[in-house]
């Protein structure tokens, strides 16, 4: 890695703003990362810092990203407005990782894509993401991932802005609603 790509990297780990964001790059450069999955894409602006730091580290040939957005339906669901699918797919091709975006609230998406994405390394949830749709969505994620991959939240309860979910969590939110005795 040369001088520059040093810098680069520890500006990103610890001085980027938005400040939160440096708890996902330094998390991210914790172990290798190949396998990647962001819910909740936005703008793009953390994915394209995301996938080259991480190419940093592994040859981008070797990166896939996943992004599930609802892209075009963000306005319709009262979130802030991102970028269309065909933008977003023109806009993380250039960083010449392997790149699948999954349109669709955190549910469908996930339902969809269970059985096909597998081993994830890392998963990035955005806090705009909360509500019915993740919440029916944790049922799937346990498949998905690899045997040491974290899952990255955005919290506003805690000081950096996101945290790693712990594996007791991840048992909890994934388990299937009890039935009810009739």
Same mark, same amino acid.
């Given at each position: 890695?040369?001088?520059?790509?040093?810098?680069?990297?520890?500006?990103? $780990?610890?001085?980027?703003?938005?400040?939160?964001?440096?708890?996902?790059?330094?998390?991210?450069?914790?172990?290798?990362?190949?396998?990647?999955?962001?819910?909740? $894409?936005?703008?793009?602006?953390?994915?394209?810092?995301?996938?080259?730091?991480? +190419?940093?580290?592994?040859?981008?040939?070797?990166?896939?990203?996943?992004?599930?957005?609802?892209?075009? /339906?963000? @306005?319709?669901?009262?979130?802030?407005?991102?970028?269309?699918?065909?933008?977003?797919?023109?806009?993380?091709?250039?960083? /010449?990782?392997?790149?699948?975006?999954?349109?669709?609230?955190?549910?469908?998406?996930?339902?969809?894509?269970?059985?096909?994405?597998?081993?994830?390394?890392?998963?990035?949830?955005?806090? @705009?993401?909360?509500?019915?749709?993740?919440?029916?969505?944790?049922?799937?994620?346990?498949?998905?991932?690899?045997?040491?991959?974290?899952?990255?939240? @955005?919290?506003?309860?805690?000081?950096?802005?996101?945290?790693?979910?712990?594996?007791?969590?991840?048992?909890?939110? +994934?388990?299937?609603?009890?039935?009810?005795?009739?």
């Amino acid at each position: 890695m040369s001088l520059w790509s040093k810098v680069k990297r520890a500006w990103l $780990v610890h001085v980027a703003k938005p400040v939160g964001e440096t708890f996902v790059y330094r998390a991210a450069c914790d172990r290798p990362v190949k396998r990647v999955m962001e819910i909740g $894409v936005g703008t793009g602006e953390r994915t394209q810092k995301l996938i080259k730091l991480l +190419s940093e580290m592994t040859p981008v040939a070797e990166l896939a990203y996943f992004g599930v957005d609802l892209f075009e /339906g963000r @306005e319709l669901s009262g979130m802030e407005p991102g970028m269309s699918l065909k933008e977003m797919h023109r806009l993380l091709k250039a960083t /010449g990782c392997r790149v699948q975006l999954i349109p669709g609230d955190p549910f469908a998406a996930l339902a969809r894509t269970a059985n096909t994405i597998q081993m994830l390394d890392l998963v990035v949830i955005n806090a @705009e993401q909360q509500g019915d749709s993740l919440e029916r969505a944790w049922f799937y994620l346990p498949r998905m991932l690899a045997p040491t991959a974290r899952i990255i939240v @955005e919290d506003a309860q805690v000081k950096e802005g996101f945290r790693i979910l712990s594996a007791a969590e991840l048992r909890e939110r +994934s388990a299937p609603p009890r039935r009810r005795a009739a």
